[in-house]
């Protein structure tokens, strides 16, 4: 409950004019913790750092206020340059994106327009043996995305396409069982979005235990987990889950946000386990920058010191 106060009230201030100018002009030294750069290049060196300490990479390019259908698509043409940049420079490209930023929701031409620049994108994924997952937003998205992903696991099968199941939603078992037929790649997270409690679960002990049921599920049902979380209980417990159930190393692993517990990734990634960091980048860095303010008062502190340090 504390934690779903703190977050709201990080949220709403950071949604403030002046505090998000303030941020903007003075913050990006600080931001640079978490998100790898704002351009493409800066992106892809960050791919290479990672890869030399055995850590995997997800890029994610940050868009917001991406409105009309050419921002959509100029967004989505964003992503396909991420591709043929990293295929250029040898890295099987492994993105995230938002359906949102594609134009999920907008029509053109009777197709869902989401649906069609995903389809640019998972295809040319595809093509360079790479592969995208789609993050899931808020829930109100939850539907049309897990259809469009039923959609494009179609078409371009489970080792190109993957998505998300939030464990603070009501639903979500019951979505990771209705999707067991696709034997689908599942990134399992607990949550970012400020929910109301007709459909999320307020408490953390609940979301967590949730947690743990949907990734020890989809275990059992022996289909890819990407275990997305920073929670070291967590963490231990699904080590002693595989060893205990004889779950090979290769059936998951671990993923966290780049900058957040750099040690755990570390360690993890030494003892044999695959860890894939989550890799933001680009110009429009300030929303996903406060979501992991809101994440944690520790963060917000940084921030608070960084600024009065000038
Ligand atoms: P929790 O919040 O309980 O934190 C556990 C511990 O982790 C904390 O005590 C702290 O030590 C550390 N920690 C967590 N956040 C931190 C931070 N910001 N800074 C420093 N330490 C921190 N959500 C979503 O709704 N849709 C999505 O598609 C995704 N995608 C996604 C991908 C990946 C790779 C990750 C890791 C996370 C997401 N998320 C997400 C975000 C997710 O829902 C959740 O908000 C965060 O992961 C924080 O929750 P934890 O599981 O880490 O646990």
Redesign the pocket.
Known sequence: MI?QLYRKAVLTVAERKPIEHLIRARGWGLAQR?VAGETIDGALKAVKDLSAEGILS?LDLLGEFIESPAQCDEFAQNVLNLLDAAHAQGITPYV?I?LSSVGQGKTEGGEDLGLKNARRIVGKARQYGGFV?L????HPRVDQTLAQFRTLVGEFGAQHVGT?L?S?LYRTEADRNALDDLQPNL?I?????LEPESVAMPD?AD??AA?RRLVYAHMNAGHYV?V?????S?IADVKHFVLAHGVSKDAFEF???Y???RDLQKQLAQEGYRV???IPYGRDWYAYFS??????P??AMFVLKGMLKG
């Open positions: 934690d978490f997800n995230s938002k997952c993050d899931m937003e808020d998300v939030q603070y990134r997270v607990k949550g970012a979005y953390k979301v967590d947690y990407n997305a979380t920073h929670d070291e967590i993923q966290m946000l900058g957040i517990r894939r960091a989550y979501r992991r303010i809101a994440e944690r520790g963060n």
